[in-house]
């Protein structure tokens, strides 16, 4: 893919080597003189200097032959307009945008930008459910944050253990998507009886969260 | 000579709204003569108000028109400041003429009660039982008036663009619409609306149209006046007195906090420091009073409790009505009272004293003060306050004004007190009588008399004047005048 | 809308050109609001101004919210961000449906692109651009250059 990156700091950069590494084609565009010339040392990218909201440097970095753009300055107004201009001037396929205040995903959403998303909100929302349940990692919120999947390590003291998944009363719309024992995935049955030391990934909704981790876990808190 | 000339026009400007107060004075002083539909009997008096009204109107209309800037000019507060002061002080001189002519007050006694009238305190030395209903009416008019403000009702009523210098001089600056006019309007609206709700239930409660309509004035300005002598303690009624405790604690509410709640922002509205104070500070007195003082004086335990809490509802908000005598009051009623008399109502309202939010102020600094004590020593610490629905952080810039404000009226009290008590009062007496004219008070334990010494009137006459216009307004617009003038003079 | 109304009008950014029009429209009789992220730029309204200051950050939903942009009739984007100005122009457009909405852009090149979103722009360097060269045409004498 041709990839065409607007921002910078050390995100941009470790997204960038990402990107490298699996081999797209990417095209770095920033402001800052210094910070250009450090990126295009030590990366195997196109580095443009400017400001990547003006059209005509997005033209200079091959917009018009992109096949995404992303939009990750830290400055929501700025991510929007080159998003903008990346959707209508250059027909980009695909566009995201990098937005700060967590409000605005939902902003950048109606004023024609769809994938906007808000690391503040994924960041905010790990803490919250983290806390508590160290043996848990909650892997990202999906389906623009409407289901979440969290991945848990059974416990000896789990009350979930021993028993067939099918006597187990999950709240509705919750599920045990998959099983991972001893590094071996496992398609969750009826009839599968779960492990002390069985990670286990559940997705579930924000309104049950709670309550489908405490049952999981056995914490009363 | 280029600065005379600015100069020149900036005063011609002042003088020229100052001219249109003048004449909104004037038409005011016609309204009393309303009565004479009710009353025919006492035309003979009309001169007493026709030739005063008729001098300023006069004067106000040829300021006006002689000095009228060509495009409307906006004021600074500090222009704004000369021009209350200007309007101020002629208005309360030409108001007392009545009362010379018709009542036969000699010039203190007549100064006196104009200045009670329109700084809203209440003290009197008329014998209202000998009074012609028409200056009944004025006095009424007058604390209805000068409750809003002279300078905010013209405002609101006439003049263009000359900004919100006005209002913040006269003590109204609280913001409650993006544009002066609006915020102007509104306030007299709601003003207004008190006003009439008022003679509606004072006329319910079994008033005379006449006396709602006076008492209900004198408690929306929380001024205080009243057609008896006895004040409201002359009908002795739990009713009329429960509505006017409801209409003082109106008028002294700052006009923003009580825009907030007729918008139904209850939220914003228990935030606000003041209805913090009122709602702290009047149940602990009311209880001191009651407990303490009023159950050794009053027959029953129903009269004390009313007591109590009207006398105490009625110094705070500075209104001044009053349901019994003090002469039997033990010391600590009379120290409870005087207290709240200091402190005052709220910012922005028609009340008097030293004003519930910088009570408010100072008291959350000391807490702020004694919880950094306990912080990390590095810790950037942002105090902040309610003001309507928005945080107002707090600088120490606002606390020394505050502190400075606190320093000066306690200075003027201090020797204010000492001159009454120089012509032989009590202490307490004095304490009392002074606190209740610097905060535009009106409640009084007896100093205030037609025979009372000129210098003790003049004296409350400065403190209600300096109190209503909160010193500053009157030193700096005084201190610009002198310089202005001898910039122009040299 | 017609001259004479009053109207409630916010204007982001208290700069040079934002104040001038808060004085103005505030001496003019209008309700204004100005939203600054700089507390200190609001020094540069004047005497007249008698509207609301707001200090916050207008790419905020939460500060237009406060300013109650849902009752605005006007919204005037004067920052020195095109960005900005943009992307408030478009909120205040779009998600607080304001019938008019004008905004700066000192780009050229954006002005166009964003006219399509029924934002009045202003090109401060357009227009100085096309002045400037009126002068210099006017100057060499020579007729048939006009309009």
Same mark, same amino acid.
């Given at each position: 893919?041709?990839?065409?990156?607007?921002?910078?700091?050390?995100?941009?950069?470790?997204?960038?080597?990402?990107?490298?590494?699996?081999?797209?084609?990417?095209?770095?565009?920033?402001?800052?003189?210094?910070?250009?010339?450090?990126?295009?040392?030590?990366?195997?990218?196109?580095?443009?200097?400017?400001?990547?909201?003006?059209?005509?440097?997005?033209?200079?970095?091959?917009?018009?032959?992109?096949?995404?753009?992303?939009?990750?300055?830290?400055?929501?107004?700025?991510?929007?307009?080159?998003?903008?201009?990346?959707?209508?001037?250059?027909?980009?396929?695909?566009?995201?945008?990098?937005?700060?205040?967590?409000?605005?995903?939902?902003?950048?959403?109606?004023?024609?930008?769809?994938?906007?998303?808000?690391?503040?909100?994924?960041?905010?929302?790990?803490?919250?459910?983290?806390?508590?349940?160290?043996?848990?990692?909650?892997?990202?919120?999906?389906?623009?944050?409407?289901?979440?999947?969290?991945?848990?390590?059974?416990?000896?003291?789990?009350?979930?253990?021993?028993?067939?998944?099918?006597?187990?009363?999950?709240?509705?719309?919750?599920?045990?998507?998959?099983?991972?024992?001893?590094?071996?995935?496992?398609?969750?049955?009826?009839?599968?009886?779960?492990?002390?030391?069985?990670?286990?990934?559940?997705?579930?909704?924000?309104?049950?969260?709670?309550?489908?981790?405490?049952?999981?876990?056995?914490?009363?808190? | 000579?280029?600065?005379?000339?600015?100069?020149?026009?900036?005063?011609?400007?002042?003088?020229?709204?100052?001219?249109?107060?003048?004449?909104?004075?004037?038409?005011?002083?016609?309204?009393?003569?309303?009565?004479?539909?009710?009353?025919?009997?006492?035309?003979?008096?009309?001169?007493?108000?026709?030739?005063?009204?008729?001098?300023?109107?006069?004067?106000?209309?040829?300021?006006?028109?002689?000095?009228?800037?060509?495009?409307?000019?906006?004021?600074?507060?500090?222009?704004?400041?000369?021009?209350?002061?200007?309007?101020?002080?002629?208005?309360?001189?030409?108001?007392?003429?009545?009362?010379?002519?018709?009542?036969?007050?000699?010039?203190?006694?007549?100064?006196?009660?104009?200045?009670?009238?329109?700084?809203?305190?209440?003290?009197?030395?008329?014998?209202?039982?000998?009074?012609?209903?028409?200056?009944?009416?004025?006095?009424?008019?007058?604390?209805?008036?000068?409750?809003?403000?002279?300078?905010?009702?013209?405002?609101?009523?006439?003049?263009?663009?000359?900004?919100?210098?006005?209002?913040?001089?006269?003590?109204?600056?609280?913001?409650?619409?993006?544009?002066?006019?609006?915020?102007?309007?509104?306030?007299?609206?709601?003003?207004?609306?008190?006003?009439?709700?008022?003679?509606?239930?004072?006329?319910?409660?079994?008033?005379?149209?006449?006396?709602?309509?006076?008492?209900?004035?004198?408690?929306?300005?929380?001024?205080?006046?009243?057609?008896?002598?006895?004040?409201?303690?002359?009908?002795?009624?739990?009713?009329?007195?429960?509505?006017?405790?409801?209409?003082?604690?109106?008028?002294?509410?700052?006009?923003?906090?009580?825009?907030?709640?007729?918008?139904?922002?209850?939220?914003?509205?228990?935030?606000?420091?003041?209805?913090?104070?009122?709602?702290?500070?009047?149940?602990?007195?009311?209880?001191?009073?009651?407990?303490?003082?009023?159950?050794?004086?009053?027959?029953?335990?129903?009269?004390?409790?009313?007591?109590?809490?009207?006398?105490?509802?009625?110094?705070?908000?500075?209104?001044?009505?009053?349901?019994?005598?003090?002469?039997?009051?033990?010391?600590?009623?009379?120290?409870?009272?005087?207290?709240?008399?200091?402190?005052?109502?709220?910012?922005?309202?028609?009340?008097?004293?030293?004003?519930?939010?910088?009570?408010?102020?100072?008291?959350?600094?000391?807490?702020?003060?004694?919880?950094?004590?306990?912080?990390?020593?590095?810790?950037?610490?942002?105090?902040?306050?309610?003001?309507?629905?928005?945080?107002?952080?707090?600088?120490?810039?606002?606390?020394?004004?505050?502190?400075?404000?606190?320093?000066?009226?306690?200075?003027?009290?201090?020797?204010?007190?000492?001159?009454?008590?120089?012509?032989?009062?009590?202490?307490?007496?004095?304490?009392?009588?002074?606190?209740?004219?610097?905060?535009?008070?009106?409640?009084?334990?007896?100093?205030?008399?037609?025979?009372?010494?000129?210098?003790?009137?003049?004296?409350?006459?400065?403190?209600?004047?300096?109190?209503?216009?909160?010193?500053?307004?009157?030193?700096?617009?005084?201190?610009?005048?002198?310089?202005?003038?001898?910039?122009?003079?040299? | 809308?017609?001259?004479?109304?009053?109207?409630?009008?916010?204007?982001?950014?208290?700069?040079?050109?934002?104040?001038?029009?808060?004085?103005?429209?505030?001496?003019?009789?209008?309700?204004?609001?100005?939203?600054?992220?700089?507390?200190?730029?609001?020094? +540069?309204?004047?005497? #007249?101004?008698?509207?609301?200051?707001?200090?916050? /950050?207008?790419?905020?939903? @939460? &500060?237009?919210?406060?300013?109650?942009?849902?009752?605005?009739?006007?919204?005037?984007?004067?920052?020195?961000?095109?960005?900005?100005?943009?992307?408030?122009?478009?909120?205040?457009?779009?998600?607080?449906?304001?019938?008019?909405?004008? +905004?700066?852009?000192? #780009?050229?090149?954006?002005?166009?692109?964003?006219? /399509?979103?029924?934002?009045? @722009? &202003?090109?401060?360097?357009?227009?100085?651009?096309?002045?400037?060269?009126?002068?210099?045409?006017?100057?060499?004498?020579?007729?048939?250059?006009?309009?």
């Amino acid at each position: 893919m041709d990839i065409l990156i607007v921002g910078g700091g050390k995100t941009v950069y470790f997204l960038c080597r990402t990107f490298l590494s699996k081999g797209h084609k990417v095209t770095l565009i920033n402001r800052d003189l210094d910070e250009c010339t450090w990126l295009a040392r030590r990366l195997k990218a196109i580095v443009v200097y400017g400001d990547g909201s003006d059209p005509q440097i997005l033209e200079e970095a091959g917009a018009y032959t992109a096949n995404a753009v992303l939009a990750v300055t830290p400055n929501d107004q700025d991510n929007l307009v080159i998003c903008q201009l990346a959707n209508l001037r250059f027909r980009v396929p695909r566009t995201l945008a990098l937005v700060n205040d967590p409000d605005n995903e939902e902003v950048f959403k109606q004023l024609g930008i769809t994938a906007a998303f808000s690391t503040t909100r994924v960041l905010a929302s790990l803490i919250e459910q983290r806390a508590g349940f160290e043996d848990i990692t909650n892997l990202i919120p999906a389906a623009e944050g409407k289901v979440n999947i969290t991945e848990i390590e059974l416990k000896e003291t789990s009350p979930i253990i021993g028993k067939p998944l099918r006597d187990i009363a999950l709240p509705e719309n919750s599920l045990v998507a998959s099983i991972l024992r001893n590094g071996q995935p496992i398609v969750p049955r009826g009839a599968t009886v779960l492990q002390a030391g069985d990670r286990i990934i559940v997705t579930t909704l924000p309104e049950n969260h709670g309550q489908v981790l405490r049952m999981i876990t056995g914490d009363t808190e | 000579m280029r600065f005379n000339i600015n100069l020149g026009q900036r005063y011609q400007a002042i003088l020229s709204y100052a001219g249109l107060i003048y004449l909104l004075g004037g038409l005011l002083m016609i309204a009393p003569l309303l009565t004479l539909m009710a009353w025919p009997g006492e035309w003979v008096h009309s001169t007493g108000f026709l030739l005063p009204a008729i001098v300023i109107s006069g004067i106000g209309i040829m300021m006006w028109r002689f000095f009228r800037p060509h495009t409307p000019v906006a004021l600074t507060v500090q222009e704004g400041g000369v021009i209350v002061l200007l309007s101020w002080v002629v208005v309360c001189l030409f108001s007392a003429w009545p009362f010379m002519a018709i009542l036969g007050l000699n010039f203190t006694q007549a100064v006196f009660e104009s200045v009670s009238g329109w700084t809203t305190t209440g003290l009197s030395v008329v014998d209202v039982t000998m009074a012609p209903h028409a200056i009944l009416l004025w006095r009424s008019i007058t604390q209805l008036v000068g409750g809003a403000g002279l300078a905010v009702v013209m405002l609101a009523t006439i003049v263009g663009p000359i900004g919100p210098g006005l209002p913040i001089a006269e003590g109204k600056s609280d913001q409650l619409a993006p544009h002066v006019r609006k915020s102007v309007k509104l306030i007299v609206g709601i003003y207004t609306g008190y006003a009439v709700v008022g003679i509606m239930a004072y006329r319910l409660a079994g008033m005379t149209l006449f006396d709602a309509i006076n008492h209900s004035f004198a408690a929306i300005s929380t001024g205080g006046f009243s057609t008896y002598p006895e004040n409201i303690g002359h009908w002795d009624s739990a009713v009329i007195e429960a509505i006017s405790i409801v209409l003082m604690i109106l008028g002294n509410m700052n006009f923003l906090t009580a825009y907030l709640l007729l918008r139904g922002k209850f939220k914003s509205f228990y935030r606000n420091g003041e209805v913090r104070v009122m709602a702290t500070l009047l149940p602990v007195c009311v209880l001191i009073l009651i407990l303490l003082v009023c159950r050794g004086i009053y027959p029953t335990l129903g009269k004390s409790i009313r007591a109590a809490i009207f006398e105490a509802v009625s110094a705070l908000t500075t209104t001044g009505f009053t349901s019994t005598v003090y002469g039997n009051w033990i010391s600590l009623g009379i120290f409870v009272l005087t207290v709240l008399m200091l402190v005052g109502g709220g910012t922005c309202s028609t009340a008097g004293g030293i004003k519930q939010y910088r009570i408010y102020l100072l008291f959350k600094s000391l807490l702020w003060e004694l919880k950094r004590l306990f912080l990390p020593r590095t810790a950037v610490i942002e105090n902040y306050a309610w003001q309507g629905e928005l945080k107002n952080f707090i600088s120490s810039e606002q606390v020394r004004q505050v502190a400075t404000f606190l320093f000066l009226y306690l200075s003027l009290y201090v020797v204010g007190s000492g001159i009454i008590a120089a012509h032989g009062y009590k202490l307490e007496e004095s304490l009392f009588e002074f606190a209740s004219s610097q905060s535009t008070v009106g409640l009084s334990i007896g100093v205030t008399l037609a025979s009372s010494p000129p210098l003790v009137l003049w004296t409350e006459i400065l403190g209600m004047f300096l109190g209503r216009l909160e010193f500053l307004v009157v030193f700096v617009s005084l201190g610009k005048i002198v310089r202005d003038s001898l910039a122009m003079v040299r | 809308m017609s001259p004479g109304q009053r109207l409630y009008i916010i204007i982001v950014g208290c700069g040079r050109l934002g104040s001038y029009l808060a004085n103005r429209l505030s001496r003019d009789g209008h309700s204004v609001v100005v939203i600054d992220i700089d507390e200190s730029a609001f020094d +540069a309204l004047s005497a #007249e101004y008698s509207g609301f200051r707001v200090e916050g /950050d207008a790419t905020e939903f @939460a &500060v237009l919210e406060q300013a109650k942009t849902d009752e605005a009739d006007l919204v005037i984007a004067t920052t020195r961000e095109d960005n900005i100005n943009l992307m408030v122009a478009q909120i205040a457009k779009k998600l607080f449906h304001v019938p008019r909405v004008m +905004a700066r852009v000192f #780009e050229p090149k954006r002005e166009e692109i964003y006219r /399509d979103f029924g934002i009045e @722009a &202003v090109c401060p360097t357009s227009i100085s651009g096309d002045i400037f060269l009126r002068w210099i045409e006017g100057s060499s004498a020579m007729d048939g250059k006009g309009s």
